[in-house]
């Protein structure tokens, strides 16, 4: 439950510390490569970057939040607040992309029935 | 509140109350997480459902040079927690100045950036894109400053000799808070910078 | 004050203060924050009522000047120059008055006042897991009230874009003059939230950690349960309303454009900010808070309902367990209904689907606990004192405003419905029909043990009826005039042909609206009277079994003096275990039968 133990070791703290500046280089490094090419996947545009990029970013959260944030110690209730809250993130971006990617088709369709000068 | 009304509270005392101020903590931290899904959500749909892209280059290199201080901060704090569970008053005391010394770094390189900005004429009310740099970058900021208030309370308090191996939660919840912060700054990195 | 170490958080409480400023100032005692919440809380309600009244004049007499205080205070605030109330001025009442019963009275009465008072006794702690950050919460609520109350005196007044502030018209048109008024009103919007946070995060460790031992889950007063789940909705919707209020204060000040797309027009004038934005956003970001929040004005009050008629009826209540699912699962879908609110907004009709789903979905928890409340009064043996009949009108008032519910649910209907009475009505009868009557339950149930004091029965009764007649004679009409079409927020309809038939009506809900708000005079008199001169209280007056009725009058700010060891659940009435009385507190030793010199049922230790 409590995590005041005194003789956790520090080794942890430096490995995730490294991990974490290795992962800092990788993500900055793939924004100068289009990954969706390099994968074979051409013409998705930025989707394979932004992904590549959510998913490092995912893992140094998990990182931070298991090993920093001493997760991997934590009693069930506090790993169900921020599960919950999670979820709820998740809910939220997948409701409000629902809306917006249907809504942008419909102002993208207009702006370019605009532009071809309807 | 000070805990001078009574003649000691014992170290179960202390861990218990440990665990209830962890479990309020990890509750503030949850509201937090809805607070920047708003902000982050309306970014993430105001540029899918745009016309044409929003998105203006910002400098990668102090962003990136952001992030790896945002990191060290966070493992500093991590070891300001450890050593404080331990006893270790002066290590404590050092890694807490060395969190707040480089939350100041942050928000110096922070301070440059934005007076590029303004320089160049560009304002939050100049462009989408910008709103959103300014409104996330901004209220990450102010958490930024509401941390490095908290450190420099603690850093004076564990000068003091308020904290040993038993009390010590302040540290171990301002810890938390700080490695939010980092949490918040992983995301918003890419978001607004790589992607 | 002992000087023994301190073993356990249980143990620990801040002693009686000695000077004034901390024992009713800065005070860290649970109770006394719950009556600091109490009388602001009340005082808000007459300025929210006042409000009210009006507006309902504006309606029923369209620019007529409003009798004394028109004349009084033409020209100023929503007064014309004779004395009626201008267009601008019926949105700014409209508006405030929505906004200060919703996060100035309700809330900050039902769980700042109520929530506060309970929550340490009900589970038999000293106080809640963080006394400092109570009062806290406190200190952040009175000044976000005054922030908001500041703004009918700037220039241009106060808000009036609605409570719901939809952008563009919360937005581009005071970007382009700096209304002050509703910039103020939000600065004190957030302040409350922040409050609310606090609030429910420091309820939500109290419910968790702090009960005394033999308190499981399964033996929690309704009221607990309630507070608890509501706690949940304060601490993970108030934050999106920060954040759209927070985007909504920099489209207004910084110019940003976050909510107000390319192209808008203001009068003749394009807009000043930049564009790029979407009034959508606005709707989803708002809605996943407010509507939540509609939880949060309803769940305490089904939970001190509960416990009332439990303890008026003689019986636990009916399905206990029942209701804490209910309960559970409306804390679930709560999260998921907020598009209901949309379906007119031009969202992704299939959404709109999804939403109309989960909507009625979430009916269904709350048509179980009317159900379980008409099954709790069944066959008990009914004491109609003044809590027991608020909490009965509760439970009626909540059936039509849930009915009422069901049909706005339903998208195609709702899109002839929304923005009509017929949604006045429904959201009348839950907030005021249910929620404040289960208030007025409260006050009077809870009145003995806050004061030490009995309201008066005869008054209480009288302001009862007269406000369960008045009440309905206001608000049931507004169904009708609904279904016809009559607007809402309208400031005059004498423009609309279509509603001219319908002006008796409107005369006849606003002399039901004077009498409603003359009838509170009572309330207000008895309530302020008892306090100081009313008959005193025995310790447990209503003979109720959970243990805020097991610790004398005043109740001392240890609140125990041992923390109790609950055997039992929080409606033992009339079980075997009860004879030869009909009632037993819930730390009653397990088998009183067997216990040696066992004390009779009912008396307090």
Do not use: C
């Amino acid at each position: 439950m409590s995590t005041s133990t005194a003789s956790h070791s520090l080794k942890p703290y430096f490995l995730v510390f490294s991990a974490l500046l290795g992962l800092t280089v990788l993500t900055v490094a793939l924004s100068y490569v289009d990954v969706g090419r390099a994968l074979g996947l051409s013409g998705s545009g930025r989707a394979a970057n932004i992904v590549a990029g959510l998913v490092v970013a995912l893992i140094k959260a998990s990182l931070v939040v298991w090993i920093f944030m001493h997760q991997d110690h934590e009693e069930g209730i506090n790993r169900f607040i921020l599960g919950f809250s999670v979820a709820l993130l998740t809910l939220a971006f997948l409701a409000l992309s629902a809306d917006f990617l249907w809504l942008g088709t419909y102002v993208k369709a207009a702006a370019g029935a605009l532009v071809a000068g309807r | 509140m000070s805990d001078e009304h009574h003649a000691t509270l014992s170290p179960s005392f202390h861990a218990e109350r440990r665990d209830l101020r962890a479990m309020g903590m990890w509750l503030f931290l949850g509201s937090e997480v809805m607070f920047f899904t708003a902000f982050f959500g309306a970014y993430i749909v105001v540029r899918s459902a745009s016309v044409e892209s929003i998105v203006h280059p910002l400098d990668k290199v102090l962003g990136a040079l952001n992030t790896v201080v945002l990191i060290t901060s966070s493992l500093t704090m991590a070891l300001a927690v450890a050593w404080s569970k331990r006893g270790e008053r002066a290590k404590t005391g050092w890694a807490l100045l060395a969190t707040l010394a480089l939350a100041g770094v942050f928000l110096v390189v922070k301070g440059f950036e934005y007076a590029h900005h303004f320089q160049e004429g560009v304002f939050p009310r100049s462009d989408i894109f910008h709103g959103f740099y300014f409104l996330l970058t901004g209220f990450h900021g102010v958490h930024v400053i509401g941390g490095m208030i908290s450190l420099a309370i603690l850093w004076v308090r564990n000068r003091r000799g308020d904290f040993d191996e038993h009390y010590n939660d302040p540290i171990e919840m301002t810890g938390l808070y700080w490695h939010f912060v980092d949490l918040v700054w992983i995301f918003l990195f890419p978001a607004l910078y790589l992607l | 004050m002992s000087t023994a170490p301190i073993t356990r958080v249980a143990d620990f409480y801040h002693p009686e203060p000695a000077d004034f400023f901390h024992k009713y100032v800065w005070s860290y005692d649970h109770k006394v924050i719950a009556k600091q919440y109490m009388w602001t809380a009340f005082t808000f309600l007459i300025l929210g009522g006042v409000l009210a009244m009006l507006l309902r004049w504006q309606i029923a007499y369209p620019n007529a000047p409003v009798p004394i205080i028109g004349p009084l205070l033409h020209d100023a605030f929503f007064f014309g120059a004779d004395g009626s109330i201008t267009p601008n001025g019926y949105l700014e009442l409209a508006t405030m008055h929505g906004l200060v019963m919703v996060f100035f009275v309700i809330i900050p009465l039902i769980v700042g006042a109520f929530g506060n008072y309970l929550i340490p006794l009900h589970i038999g702690s000293r106080d809640v897991a963080f006394p400092l950050l109570n009062a806290l919460s406190y200190w952040l609520y009175l000044p976000a009230g005054l922030l908001m109350f500041s703004s009918f005196f700037v220039d241009k007044g106060a808000a009036a874009a609605g409570w719901t502030a939809y952008p563009p018209l919360s937005d581009a048109a005071g970007a382009s003059e700096p209304m002050l008024g509703m910039n103020l009103v939000l600065a004190g919007i957030f302040l409350a939230g922040f409050s609310s946070i606090l609030g429910g995060l420091n309820f939500l460790v109290t419910i968790v950690k702090l009960r005394a031992p033999g308190m499981t889950w399964s033996r929690l007063p309704l009221t607990t349960w309630a507070q608890f789940i509501t706690a949940v909705f304060q601490v993970l919707a108030t934050p999106m309303l920060a954040a759209a209020g927070a985007m909504l204060l920099f489209d207004r000040i910084a110019g940003t454009s976050f909510f107000i797309p390319t192209g808008l027009t203001v009068g003749s004038d394009l807009a000043a900010n930049s564009g790029g934005g979407f009034p959508l956003l606005w709707q989803h970001i708002f809605w996943f808070y407010a509507h939540p929040a509609v939880y949060i004005l309803i769940l305490p009050s089904m939970g001190f309902a509960s416990d009332i008629l439990a303890a008026f009826s003689r019986k636990p209540v009916f399905g206990y367990r029942a209701m804490v699912i209910s309960l559970a699962s409306i804390m679930g879908l709560g999260f998921v209904v907020w598009g209901h609110h949309m379906f007119v907004s031009g969202m992704n009709p299939v959404m709109g689907m999804a939403f109309m789903v989960s909507t009625v979905f979430i009916a269904l928890p709350s048509g179980v606990k009317v159900f379980n409340w008409l099954g709790t009064l069944w066959g008990g043996s009914i004491r109609l004192k003044p809590p027991m009949l608020y909490a009965i009108s509760f439970v009626s008032m909540f059936i039509v405003g849930g009915l009422s519910g069901i049909f706005m649910a339903a998208s195609p209907v709702d899109i002839y419905i929304h923005d009509t009475y017929y949604i006045i009505a429904h959201f009348h009868y839950v907030v005021f029909g249910a929620t404040l009557f289960s208030v007025f339950a409260a006050t009077t149930y809870w009145f003995p043990k806050m004061f030490g004091r009995m309201m008066n029965e005869k008054l209480s009764i009288l302001h009862w009826g007269l406000t369960f007649l008045f009440f309905n004679l206001a608000f049931f009409p507004m169904h009708f005039l609904g279904e016809a079409g009559h607007m809402r927020r309208l400031a005059t309809s004498t423009g609309y042909e279509f509603l001219n038939p319908l002006a008796p009506w409107n005369e006849f809900i606003t002399l039901s609206a004077f009498a409603l708000g003359m009838t509170q005079l009572l309330f207000m008199y008895n309530f302020i009277y008892s306090v100081f001169k009313g008959e005193k209280a025995p310790d447990n007056p209503w003979e109720a079994s959970t243990l805020e009725w097991t610790i004398p009058n005043p109740v001392p700010v240890y609140n125990f003096k041992e923390l109790p060891i609950v055997t039992r659940g929080p409606h033992e009435y009339s079980s075997p275990d009860t004879l030869p009385g009909d009632w037993l507190p819930q730390n009653a030793p397990a088998r009183p039968a067997d216990a040696p010199g066992a004390a009779p049922a009912g008396a307090s230790h």
